[in-house]
């Protein structure tokens, strides 16, 4: 209980725009920075001479409402850089969006479990950098200067971070009402794409960035806010909310009785109630509006994903198509 | 292979074979396996990978061996070096880590160098006070929480950490957990002046006075 009123207070907390700016580099270019609000967004790429890359990027903005388009420009020695003209992008006011959507309980963290592990390349380096430096034993001072050299080495190509576990709760009210993606991690959130939110960090003065790394193809977004619980809030079109199988799921009639449903397949009918079955986790079913009927469920699939419907829980969630 | 052949003698293999030991106990952590890697947490694998070299470099020696910190020095950066890598991608802040790693180089330097000293002459005072330094601050400061019983708070306790923190061993341990040890010292040069770095460098003058004495007196 205490708990789901902490966190439907976290949900209540303050909130920062992330809006997008397009921009166009060309190479040669060893990093750079897009300044637009409160914090610069980190661009770590690396491109060769002439080359040239043209993509959105996420820029955090300062609480107050700005004018349109985004204003940004570049920092860091690009050989030419620029923000595409005209190609800001602000997510709107907040207070724009349903209470009843944003007024939610949000998820609760965990720190991450999976520890980073070095590469089988960073194995051969170090046996190597053994081979070599005992090589030259009798020479102890050179030893040292190779095993200070094989560490540079090691530095310039680190292991891989591993973002902690990402929890994603789709808000929505009703199939035809609007959608929110909200996805949550603690220290490090990937984001899927460039696209403009909202961004909620706890504590809320942690201090975080936005950074475009290397990988996959166009590079990985990132928001970084080490040791703090990060949670970002995306507008999502109903169309998009998906279609999926339910592992579990819960329903509330409009006179408040809670009943888990079991597993419900996409297009099947609505499950008869479970005589005893486990309630729903208590963060979920905080911030609700009553007198409405409720649909939660947990997505079936890799990671945790999560769905919170208000309203036309009886069949009528765009999950359910 | 016969080491006698590639090493001269069964004393030199012994010291390569501590030396790899101690390398591979250095790097054992970076490829636990799963369960016990996540057994240890957010530990930092940078403070786990310097304790073997804080605990061997000083060990008091004669001949070739006391001249080698270098040697060990170049053994344990590419693994530090990696285990740092590791503390970062999990997360530690960078000041954290360089810390850690400036703390831990910082101490076995002047431990290989005091040994150095001592192998000159001056080993009788070396051997006590590294046996102090590593071994007898730890195992008091130890006693000292263990008899506190864990509650803290008493005269005890201050004097357990003022003994942890004069030993770079007992510091080194204590840097395992995030923010600490090392990293107690805020910014990262100034681990420099973290009481286990100077006790490191007071170690090393000492010995290196009393080894000038005895030079001067022979």
Redesign the interface.
């Known amino acids: 209980m205490i708990a789901s009123v902490w966190m439907l207070l976290l949900a209540l907390g303050p909130q920062q725009p992330v809006g997008t700016v397009e921009l166009r580099l060309v190479g040669p270019l060893d990093g750079a920075a897009v300044e637009a609000g409160s914090a610069p967004t980190e661009l770590r790429l690396e491109l060769a001479r002439g080359e040239i890359r043209q993509f959105a990027a996420p820029v955090l903005l300062p609480d107050a409402p700005l004018p349109l388009p985004v204003a940004a420009r570049l920092s860091g020695a690009p050989a030419e850089a620029q923000v595409v003209p005209g190609s800001g992008r602000h997510p709107g006011l907040w207070s724009e969006l349903s209470p009843t959507l944003v007024g939610r309980g949000l998820p609760p963290l965990v720190?991450?479990?999976?520890?980073?592990?070095?590469g089988a390349l960073?194995?051969a380096?170090?046996l190597a950098?053994?081979v070599v430096?005992?090589a030259?034993?009798r020479r102890?001072?050179v030893?040292?200067?190779?095993?200070?050299v094989?560490?540079?080495a090691?530095?310039s190509r680190?292991?891989?971070?591993?973002p902690g576990p990402t929890v994603e709760v789709l808000e929505g009210e009703g199939a035809a009402g609007p959608w929110l993606r909200v996805r949550g991690a603690r220290?490090?959130l990937e984001l899927e794409d460039a696209a403009a939110g909202w961004l909620r960090l706890l504590p809320g003065s942690a201090p975080a960035q936005l950074a475009l790394e290397e990988g996959g193809s166009g590079g990985r977004w990132a928001v970084e806010a080490?040791?703090a619980r990060i949670y970002y809030y995306e507008a999502l079109p109903a169309s998009r909310a998906g279609s999926g199988e339910l592992a579990r799921s819960w329903i509330r009639a409009e006179d408040g009785a809670w009943s888990a449903r079991g597993p419900w397949a996409a297009g099947s009918p609505l499950p008869a109630a479970i005589e005893g079955g486990e309630p729903p986790p208590a963060w979920l079913i905080a911030g609700l509006p009553p007198g409405e009927e409720v649909l939660l469920g947990l997505l079936a699939g890799p990671g945790e994903r999560w769905l919170r419907s208000v309203g036309g829980a009886g069949g009528e969630s765009p999950l359910r198509r | 292979m016969n080491p006698r052949a590639v090493t001269g003698g069964p004393v030199r293999a012994g010291r390569l074979v501590v030396l790899v030991g101690a390398w591979g106990l250095s790097a054992a952590p970076l490829w636990l396996p799963d369960s016990a890697a996540a057994s240890l947490g957010d530990a930092s694998r940078c403070a786990l990978a310097w304790i073997p070299w804080i605990a061997l470099v000083g060990l008091p020696a004669g001949g070739r061996a006391a001249r080698d910190w270098p040697l060990a020095l170049g053994l344990a950066l590419p693994v530090v070096a990696l285990a740092a890598g590791v503390d970062r991608a999990a997360g530690q802040p960078i000041a954290s880590l360089l810390a850690t790693t400036l703390g831990g180089a910082w101490a076995v330097a002047w431990l290989g160098e005091a040994r150095c000293a001592a192998a000159r002459g001056g080993a009788r005072f070396f051997a006590p006070l590294w046996l102090l330094l590593i071994g007898g601050l730890p195992a008091l400061a130890a006693a000292l929480a263990w008899g506190e019983g864990g509650g803290g708070g008493g005269a005890g306790s201050g004097l357990a950490e003022t003994c942890a923190r004069l030993s770079p061993l007992a510091t080194g341990w204590r840097s395992v957990r995030p923010g600490t040890g090392f990293a107690e010292s805020g910014l990262g040069w100034s681990v420099l002046l973290a009481p286990s770095s100077l006790a490191c460098l007071l170690l090393w003058m000492a010995t290196a006075i009393a080894a000038g004495r005895e030079r001067a007196e022979a």
């Open positions: 720190e991450g479990t999976e520890p980073a592990r070095p960073h194995g380096w170090i950098a053994l430096v005992m030259m034993r102890p001072w030893a040292g200067g190779l095993g200070f094989a560490a540079v090691l530095l680190p292991p891989e971070r591993v220290g490090r080490p040791g």
